[in-house]
């Protein structure tokens, strides 16, 4: 399982730098290229090779054919370049419709081969979290839709909101939740709290699937007080989530560090955000960029980086030495400093702050990536 899910996460690296040389480059399409960039590549091929991942490893399952993850990966690939190229070069519509279904492709594809996981799987522990996985799917198709709609020039209201809040907490969002109380317990070499019970995982999930539908709905109804009541309520739900995870003992966080650092700080922006969000929607204003830039960046950004810290050196192999190696390689203490610097600089508007910080994470992390593909030898 790990060969099929390195080759997701290297695609998903070059989406990350990608995105972060969009944000410095000049361009045509503002801040939509760097968050596509990242959102739909980055961040979506790194939800394909995770899950995955995580669904065959908890479940005691097989391994999903080799030939649909590859189809999966392209897809995905193709779909993301050519529809950045179709908004950069103001190509025609049909252009971005394909692009975008194509993208939903490869969700259709993963979550297929996520439900032949649960299917087989000879344990039932992680049923909770692909479950919460294909609800995630489920909305960020709708999410697609909408979203494909607004590039072929439909004039309904609010699609590009309702796209943006699919994705961003239905997707995004609904995939950190399934998720977290497994990894949290993976990081802290710790047992999963008694209280993340399949049952409470599924209603968690299940709040901030409903949140994001009525945030949805009220967008795309004009009805603010519907949007903001969705919204604090998925805060809600991010509360939940935090508190179903393990909370760790000195000694957790110790050896964990800065990856435990990146996900609990990351978990606060998510919340912090949210809530942001919902004041804006009562307020009848349009989310500022900015707060987008900090959940991104801050929130789901941290989470990520704060996971793959971990996953990483599990994912290279080569036996006790090199696992070890690897742990301290990722103890990334400077783009933990620089992303919070990043989505603190992202809210109070300062674009130079922001791009600074994102350039010292990408900068550490291609480091650090490079450190962890050379022999154990020469980095001792």
Same mark, same amino acid.
């Given at each position: ?35 596509? #960039?990242? %959102? ?20 005691? !399952? ?13 897809? #995905?690939?193709?779909?993301? =370049? ?15 419709? =394909? ?8 969700? &259709? ?31 960020? %198709? ?31 969002? &609904?995939?950190?939740?399934?998720? #977290? ?84 700080? !990351? ?46 050196? &599990?994912?290279?192999? !080569?036996?006790?030495?090199? #696992? ?28 130079? &702050? ?10 550490? !992390? ?15």
């Amino acid at each position: 399982m790990h060969r099929q899910t390195r080759p997701g996460l290297a695609f998903a690296g070059a989406f990350a730098v990608a995105s972060g040389l969009a944000a410095i480059a000049p361009h045509n399409t503002g801040a939509w290229l760097p968050l596509h #960039l990242f %959102l739909a590549g980055a961040v979506l091929h790194a939800i394909s090779a995770v899950t995955l991942m995580l669904a065959v490893t908890w479940s005691a !399952g097989l391994p999903p054919p080799w030939s649909a993850v590859r189809l999966q990966r392209w897809l #995905l690939t193709a779909g993301v =370049i050519v529809l950045a190229a179709g908004r950069e070069m103001a190509l025609a519509g049909l252009t971005v419709a =394909i692009a975008a279904s194509t993208i939903a492709a490869s969700m &259709v594809i993963l979550g297929v081969l996520l439900a032949r996981v649960r299917r087989d799987a000879s344990l039932d522990r992680f049923d909770a979290a692909i479950d919460g996985y294909l609800t995630a799917l489920t909305l960020a %198709l709708v999410g697609s839709a909408l979203g494909a709609m607004a590039g072929v020039g439909h004039s309904a209201s609010g699609l590009v909101s309702m796209h943006l809040t699919l994705n961003l907490f239905g997707l995004v969002g &609904v995939v950190i939740a399934a998720t #977290l109380p497994y990894m949290t317990a993976t990081q802290f070499r710790s047992k999963m709290a008694p209280r993340a019970t399949p049952r409470t995982i599924r209603a968690v999930v299940g709040a901030l699937a409903a949140a994001t539908v009525v945030t949805t709905i009220g967008i795309g109804t004009r009805r603010e007080l519907l949007a903001g009541l969705g919204l604090i309520t998925y805060a809600g739900g991010i509360a939940a989530t935090i508190a179903i995870c393990p909370f760790p003992r000195w000694r957790n966080l110790r050896w964990a560090g800065p990856r435990a650092g990146c996900i609990a700080l !990351g978990a606060l922006w998510w919340f912090g955000a949210t809530v942001g969000f919902a004041a804006c929607a009562w307020s009848a204003l349009d989310a500022p960029t900015g707060l987008i830039v900090a959940l991104v960046v801050g929130g789901y950004a941290q989470i990520l980086a704060g996971s793959l810290a971990y996953l990483a050196p &599990v994912l290279r192999g !080569g036996g006790h030495a090199r #696992l070890a190696q690897g742990f301290r390689l990722t103890r990334c203490w400077p783009a933990l400093v620089a992303a919070n610097v990043a989505a603190a600089g992202a809210v109070f508007g300062s674009s130079i &702050v922001a791009l600074a910080g994102i350039a010292i994470v990408l900068g550490d !992390g291609m480091a650090r990536a490079a450190l962890l593909t050379r022999p154990l030898h020469e980095v001792a």
